[in-house]
């Protein structure tokens, strides 16, 4: 009988030292949580890495990739490994909402980068804003991704709307009589066909033409034809770099490049637009961050630019061994880098105390792409309108940064 009553005995103490052992381990993991010092922070990756777009998201995520790389190298952030995962929704809006609901629900990312084209970043944004993912848009520029609902979405390059104002602004400066307003049918170029006609109304200007056609468009005859009809001295450009080359050789085919100037928006700068258009690409300009701008007579950037354009190089080879540019690879690692600051700043990845940081005074956050960002709460348009400068496409150094336009 006393045998028995040890035999429980030993039981129940072995039980009570596994049960408060469990205990102990569940309290250590709530003490990591509620110090808000995680052991792995998961990024989200997401963009058009084939397809038309595909030098929008392999330049996206070849500045996640070095921008982790060497986080990683240096402790993390917080102690914490930084891990990403990566998603190719090649540019399909359907696809795009489907893998970032995977993201987060299966994968559960903490933060995201991207989706880089704008229609993609349209179709998932509620889904992120209504489960506080902060979203850093390194690429995307339509307007309406940025507004007080969509909270916790921040982007590093200019707007379709602060963009339109800067070309238009140049079109009018120059004395141009009569403007083509030239964009895709996608939300991407009917939002920035909207943005630039607005533009022009502040100016007390109309359009001589407004020219629209299908993204992807084999033959953009019929688009240079009616820029040549509409008697046009000066066409604004609302094309990716591979529609806009072939709209420069139809317009060289017509006969009518030489009687033109076109000034394009950011989606323009691609790396083969040079290649593609052939020698029209001299008579085309377009707006780009003046830090990554060449000053007339200078082969180098200034040092912490040109600094960073040597890490590019190194890890993805001279421009003739890669298809994507060397500035939005910048961006997409400043994506990075600023996760990091505000992480660090807030000392958690807590989403609300995350993005109240990055709403406040970041003139200590080091970026390689502008001079300084410039959030706020009241707008989480980060670049800076004052950056932005008119660059000669034809005249590229390294054959990817601008030199200065005359």
């Not at 880089?116 to 307007?143: C, G, R």
């Not at 009518?256 to 020698?279: K, S």
């Not at 060449?294 to 298809?323: F, H, I, N």
């Amino acid at each position: 009988m006393r045998r028995k009553s040890a035999v429980s005995m030993s039981s129940i103490i072995l039980s009570l030292s596994l049960i408060f052992t469990g205990c102990s381990s569940t309290n250590d993991d709530t003490a990591k949580e509620a110090s808000g010092k995680p052991k792995e922070i998961v990024i989200g990756n997401i963009g058009a890495m084939t397809g038309s777009s595909a030098t929008l998201g392999v330049a996206q995520s070849q500045g996640v990739d070095l921008a982790v790389k060497e986080i990683n190298a240096n402790g993390g952030i917080l102690g914490a490994k930084v891990k990403v995962v990566k998603r190719d929704d090649g540019a399909d809006p359907t696809k795009s909402k489907t893998l970032v609901e995977e993201l987060v629900d299966k994968e559960k990312v903490d933060f995201m980068v991207g989706p880089t084209n704008s229609t993609p970043a349209a179709a998932s944004m509620a889904f992120l804003q209504q489960n506080k993912i902060i979203s850093i848009l390194p690429i995307a520029t339509s307007t309406q991704l940025i507004n007080p609902n969509n909270p916790y979405a921040f982007r590093l390059l200019p707007s379709n709307a602060i963009q339109a104002k800067a070309i238009v602004k140049i079109a009018v400066e120059e004395k141009a009589k009569k403007i083509a307003l030239v964009a895709d049918t996608s939300a991407l170029g009917t939002d920035g066909m909207s943005v630039m006609e607005e533009a022009m109304k502040s100016h007390g200007v109309t359009p001589a033409v407004k020219v629209t056609y299908k993204a992807d468009d084999a033959d953009m005859t019929p688009v240079a034809q009616k820029i040549k009809d509409a008697k046009a001295d000066v066409a604004l450009f609302w094309t990716l770099g591979a529609d806009g080359a072939k709209i420069v050789r139809a317009l060289e085919r017509i006969d009518y490049i030489n009687d033109l100037d076109i000034i394009g928006y950011t989606g323009l700068n691609m790396p083969n637009f040079t290649e593609l258009a052939g020698p029209g690409a001299n008579k085309v300009k377009t707006v780009t961050a003046g830090s990554w701008a060449l000053d007339t007579g200078k082969e180098e950037l200034a040092p912490k630019y040109w600094k960073m354009y040597q890490k590019v190089v190194s890890e993805y080879g001279e421009k003739d061994k890669r298809d994507t540019s060397a500035g939005m690879i910048a961006q997409a690692y400043d994506a990075v880098y600023l996760l990091k600051w505000a992480i660090e700043k807030a000392g958690t990845t807590d989403s609300d105390k995350v993005k109240k940081v990055l709403e406040t005074d970041i003139k200590d956050f080091d970026s390689v792409y502008v001079n300084k960002y410039a959030f706020s709460k009241e707008s989480h348009e980060g670049f800076p309108v004052a950056e932005l400068l008119k660059v000669k496409i034809g005249d590229m150094a390294y054959g990817e940064i601008f030199k200065k336009a005359d």
